[in-house]
């Protein structure tokens, strides 16, 4: 069953996001307006359209994403 | 950010509105700390140093979240990385500070450039000295792959149309692309390197790469909807 969950997920990365998506530039542009957003519990697919399927599909500015995301709420717990 | 291309596919087109929000008055915190940086003398000196400080906090944060992943780099090393890291986004952040518009916090708009630095950074020192595969017979990982004995007859269809769709629908450059990113797990940054290009304009080859791979699977009445 493993093998089978390994190639649905190479499947996935294969086909990417289905939505409409942000580029790598603009995910970079928005990325802290986003967090910031998530942190406060706004909805930020909405406001920011796009970056959440971006993240979906590249796994560079999903892993600077989750940093930002950690980083700033660490920062604001302290 | 070099990322070369910018966004692969604007969002909502119809409305034709950048996704950029327009600039938004600065909470204090922000206000002081352009104020700062903008200013002369001491002042902009001491604002310059503490955003030094600030930056390699991230950098040091981003290498501590991967130091499990890098066990054959020394501390002294990773020390070197996340100090480059904070050099290098002070740069960009004082050469882009016009670009601050005040969506964010200052520091979390700060905080993005060293993360993204050490990032890349520690993405390429651990696939230093390892090849990146590229040649074809790299995609037989997946182009041999079965889907098990106790497999459903959709996914099994699904997964020889895809390796149909690779082989006859993209181009020699998408599937390079494609297999090292997406099957092969290369970095995109590391790939980027390797082929002289930016993150921004590969991903926007695996982008049209995709779109068409899910154009063809839809166009023989596959569904490629579900989430996966």
């Not at chain 1, 390994?6 to 542009?29: H, K, N, S, Y």
């Not at chain 1, 979906?56 to 892993?63: K, L, S, Y």
């Not at chain 2, 034709?16 to 002081?32: C, G, M, N, Y």
């Not at chain 2, 100090?83 to 964010?104: K, N």
């Amino acid at each position: 069953m493993s093998d089978n969950h390994d190639l649905d997920r190479t499947i996935g990365r294969v086909l990417g996001p289905a939505e409409e998506e942000l580029g790598c530039e603009a995910c970079f542009e928005l990325l802290d307006r986003y967090v910031e957003l998530e942190l406060v519990g706004e909805d930020a697919d909405a406001a920011v359209p796009g970056l959440r399927a971006h993240l979906e599909g590249c796994p560079a500015c999903r892993e600077e994403h989750d940093s930002l995301y950690a980083l700033v709420r660490g920062d604001r717990a302290r | 950010m070099s990322t070369g291309a910018a966004s692969v596919r604007v969002v909502e087109p119809a409305s034709a509105v950048s996704p950029i929000p327009p600039p938004a008055p600065l909470d204090p915190d922000s206000r002081e700390w352009v104020a700062a940086l903008r200013g002369e003398g001491s002042k902009r000196d001491e604002a310059i140093a503490r955003l030094h400080a600030l930056l390699l906090r991230a950098s040091r944060f981003e290498v501590a979240r991967r130091r499990p992943t890098l066990p054959h780099l020394r501390g002294g090393d990773l020390d070197d990385i996340a100090a480059q890291a904070a050099g290098d986004a002070l740069v960009s952040v004082l050469r882009r500070l016009d670009d601050f518009r005040g969506a964010s916090r200052f520091t979390t708009w700060a905080y993005k450039f060293a993360l993204y630095e050490a990032a890349v950074k520690l993405r390429k020192r651990a696939w230093q000295g390892r090849e990146v595969p590229l040649e074809p017979e790299s995609w037989s990982v997946f182009s041999s792959a079965s889907a098990g004995p106790e497999a459903e007859a959709e996914r099994s269809e699904l997964l020889a149309a895809l390796r149909s769709a690779i082989d006859e629908t993209l181009t020699p450059h998408q599937r390079r692309v494609l297999v090292a990113l997406a099957v092969n797990g290369v970095p995109i940054d590391v790939l980027a390197e390797r082929l002289g290009t930016s993150r921004g304009a590969l991903y926007k080859t695996l982008h049209d790469a995709r779109r068409k791979l899910r154009d063809e699977l839809s166009r023989q009445g596959l569904d490629v909807t579900e989430e996966r």
